[in-house]
C-alpha cells in the first residue's frame, strides 16, 4: 500500500512538472516501462531513484523531500506480518498491508464475527474450522496472528473507522460453545463504546437483504487519488475490486445493508439480548 501511494505521489509530481515517462526512466538508467510500474506500486523503490526523479520534478524543498524519502524506507520495509509468512498465504498478506493503511474499513460478515472483532478463543475455534489437524503450535501462531492484527490496526494512535454490519446468524451460531460465544458477545458489546467502531445487526426479521451474495469489506485511503478496494475471500484465494463500477455496486449494497439493518443506538441492547439467551 505503501508503495501504490509514494507511486501516485510520484505520478502527480511527473505530470504536473510535464515530464514523459521515457525521461523520467532515463533519468533513473532505467526504462518507461518501470516509470510505470513504480506509479502503479508494483515494485520498489530505490532510495537514489526516488531522489533523483525529485530533482527531475523540481522538488528542491527539503522537507518535502525527506516526507517522500522517508515513505521510499516505509515502504521497502517488510510488514508487521512478515514473520507470520509461513502460514499466512500471499492473496491475504495483500490484505493486511491495504488493511494497516485503511482510514476506513466497512465490513458486512454472514458468517463470523469480524475478524478484527473475534476475542482470542472465538479466533481459536474459528481457526479450527479450517486447520483442525494443524498442531497446537501452528494454532497459537494463528491465534496470535489475528491478536496482533487486531491491535495494529485498532491499537493504532489513529485508527482506522470500523464500520460493520453483522448478520444475526454470525452471533447466534455456537462457535466454540456457550462460554465462548458469551465472551465473544461481551466484546462486543464494549466494542460499540469505542468513538471509532460502529455496529449494526441485521436480524432475522428483516429477511432477505441487499448482499445476499455473501461477506465483503470495503477499504478507503486518505490518499484521495487513490481508489476504494473491495475485498471478497474465497476458500483458496480472494477478489480485490478497484474498478468504480465494481465498488459502486458493493458500496451501494452496502449502504442498503446499513439501511436494512437495526439502527447502531439499538446495538447494546440487542446483543445483551442475546447474551440472556445463552443463559437460558
Known sequence: MLRIMLG??????????????EKAGWEIRSSESKISRMELGRVGFKERDVSDLLTLYGVDDEKEREVLLELARQANTPGWWHRYSDILPNWFQSYLGLEESATQIRTYEVQFVPGLLQTSDYARSVIKLGHGRAPDEELDRRVNLRMDRRQKVLGRPEPPKLWAVVDEAALRRPIGGPEIMREQIEALIAATEMPNIQLQVVSFAKGGHAAAGGAFSILRFSDQELPDVVYVEQLTSALYLDKREDVDYYAAAMERLCVDADPPARTAEILSGMLRDLEK
Open 8 to 21: 501516485a505521489q510520484l505520478r502527480r509530481l511527473r505530470e504536473a512538472k510535464g515530464v514523459s515517462r
